[in-house]
């Protein structure tokens, strides 16, 4: 990991799509439905538009990055009942490939990218409907269960994430489920937001061949199995991402005050990694690094001095200016507010013993690398 100051870059952090050492892939927006698919250079601060012709989408673009390939829609002509193309980008070459082609009245959106051959994607017209797209077949399967895309009924919380175990792709949730609908409770007056709510976080998984197979079998309910459950008021599970080809998750319990690692090498085989105790440790603030699929206590502060701990492995970190955050046991990141409100970043380079600091800025890991958009970097 590196820092990348992309100062010059037109784009905020929504349109960050791939980013290399030497070069930050973006998309360039020209106004609000019309962008190219762009290479911002870094050592000569150049751009470089990948797509010859501007692409368009009157919906929420949402492109997609998949190996070396940016997938997305493109709307031609709408206005006179154009088509929607589903197009993919090759990020080295700028070789773009049609995928398919609709017709439909409302709008469509590129929901999600599975992998290079399914494609979820969403339809609003009168209602929202969701199908499945085989790139291969050119076959698409409607999806019935809604959980998949969005619509959460009970669920007040659902994030799904695509995890890789010994060579098998999985579909991984993360779940709160409400004993309710929460947000038809939440309008109508019945709760408040600051009500205490029974309810369970869970984390659930199923193969993505499973998935894709009852998808084409028009199955309603789509069978994930519950790795985790916890029913406690104040109980989480928090899903850490993927570390040396195993998936990471936390599981923490409000009555025991105890955090419980653990880890997945394939769909059976959870195994605790580490359990914590919060108590031992009385700390002042805690942050998720998702990037080392880690937690981050923060242990001492003062003015002379500012100490984190990574709760997995027990290592402490020690600098004299405030941080929140290491990343690869080097980069020590600090945000703050500027004197004239402008957000600013700050990073240490342990390792290089430098301090960078950076003003009307924001920072973002993409593609494992440390990425700084900022208006000027101070001395």
Known sequence: MEILDARALPADHSDILHVTPSSVYFRRRLNDSQFHISRFDLEDQEQVDLTPEVLQ?????????????????????????????????????????????????????????????????LHVDEGTTAFLYDVETTRQHPIKDERLYGITENYRELYFFLVTLADADYIVCNARLDEFSFYDALESGVISPEDPIDHSESLLIAPLTTIVTEIEQGVEHLSFRTLLRLDGEGDTVQYLGEQDGHLVFSAYTERLNEEVFYEIKEQSAVTERERIRWSDFEPLDFTYDDVESTIFIVNDRSDQHHEVMNLRTGARYLDRDPFERVLRDRFYLHESIGTDAEPMVTVYDGEQAVRHRFEDAYYMIVSGELVILSVNQLK
């Open 57 to 121: 989408d009157h919906g929420p673009t949402r492109p997609f990055v998949k190996k070396g390939k940016v997938y997305c829609l493109n709307e031609k002509d709408r206005e006179e009942g154009g088509e929607t193309q589903l197009i993919s980008i090759d990020l080295h070459s700028g070789k773009s490939e049609h995928l398919a082609s609709w017709r439909l009245g409302g709008d469509l959106t590129l929901y999600w990218v599975l992998n290079e051959r399914y494609m979820v994607l």
